[in-house]
């Protein structure tokens, strides 16, 4: 067993690293309060392969593994947790899902230019009736022959305004369940595709969440994903994928918030001393750099398996419920650690407190995690 990361490892990390400090950094607070999407830093990534980190090099990817996937998303994610969920959405819903699942010719005509970041994807599953319940679909797609007819609406998607390309999971036959789902490329501008307005978010306030609706959009057959009555595992493989993404994302917030009350800590005075010298602010720190490693091993260990190509589906939900946690009890610390200045947005950690909470939401609530977790260990 080596824990030890490789030089390219390093070099991809301290790349997304460097990239986090001087381009995200900047203006992280005031698209924080604007709900600005960092458009021009989605081009960016972009043109550094983060869009299409897993993707192979012959449809425009960085043809890197899942380990580097998972640096890159824990260095932006320390800074700016709104551009991380663009980049994890973006890699595991959509360029995953198209690569493992699409044909030739969707990945000719969608995968190449959302690897390039030329494109950018939304992953569109939840409803207003179907959010842990994934399998109660209310969105309709009709089997036309040569197309389909969708109609439904969806609920907190992400990119939602801004995407180009949608994967829409649609119930096809309500009679077969599961079995009777399918998933669909529909494009932007696609005629009764409406785009609701944008969600005002307590955290992740950069990304751009929205409602759709759908009123009989026509979808050719060619862009449904996959055999008739696949969307459902579609969605639930490409989501265990997603849940590495979103867990190296929580590792990231609760690792910045970590570094920024270690700085603070010994620079901070009270009582005659640096704060870090006061063992109820010292023993906060070791509980904080504890847990840390230990999400990080967890995250680590889920991408590993997604690399040795075994089953990550119960490595996944592990990372994400515990990474989860670990962020949301320590950006909490981080704030307390600061104090007053904790409070206060020129700091840093509120955002980062802010952002952690939708780590244990979306992509499978913690709740969730934990049926998939459960579910595993009974079966075993
Ligand atoms: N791989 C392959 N097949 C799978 C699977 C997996 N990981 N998980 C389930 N399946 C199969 C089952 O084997 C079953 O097949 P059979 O009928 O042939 O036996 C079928 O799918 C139905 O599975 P379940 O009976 O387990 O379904 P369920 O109704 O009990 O639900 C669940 C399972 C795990 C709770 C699932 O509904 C779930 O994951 N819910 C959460 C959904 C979610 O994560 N939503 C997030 C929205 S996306 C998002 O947040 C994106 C964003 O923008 C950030």
Known sequence: MDFSLSEEHIMIRDAARDFAQTELLP????????????????????DLGFLGIMVDPKYGGSGMDAISYVLIMEELSKIDASASVIVSVNNSLVCYGLEAYGTEEQKQKYLTKLATGEFVGAFCLSEPEAGSDATSQKTTAIDKGDHYIINGTKNWITSGGRADVY??????????????????IVEKGAKGFDIGPKEDKLGI?????????????????????????????????????GRIGIAAQA???????????????????????????????AFKLADMATDIEAARHLVMKAAWEKDQGKNYDYSSAMAKLFASKVAMEHTVEAVQIHGGNGFVKEYHVERLMRDAKITQIYEGTSEIQKIVISRSLIRK
């Open 251 to 281: 590792l990231g917030i609760a690792s910045g918030a970590f570094e920024l009350a270690l700085k603070y800590s010994k620079e901070r005075k009270a009582f005659g001393t640096e704060i870090c010298n006061h063992q109820a602010i």
């Open 167 to 184: 994967i829409v999971i649609a119930q096809t036959d309500r009679d077969k369940g599961s079995h009777g789902i399918n998933a669909f």
């Open 27 to 46: 203006g992280v607070i005031e698209r924080d309060n604007k709900q600005e999407f960092p458009q021009e830093l989605v081009k960016k990534m972009g």
């Open 205 to 241: 306030r950069g990304s751009d969440t929205h409602t759709l609706q759908f009123n009989d959009v026509k979808v050719l057959k060619e862009n449904r994903i996959g055999v008739n009555g696949s969307g459902f595992r579609f969605a639930m493989k490409t989501l265990s994928g």
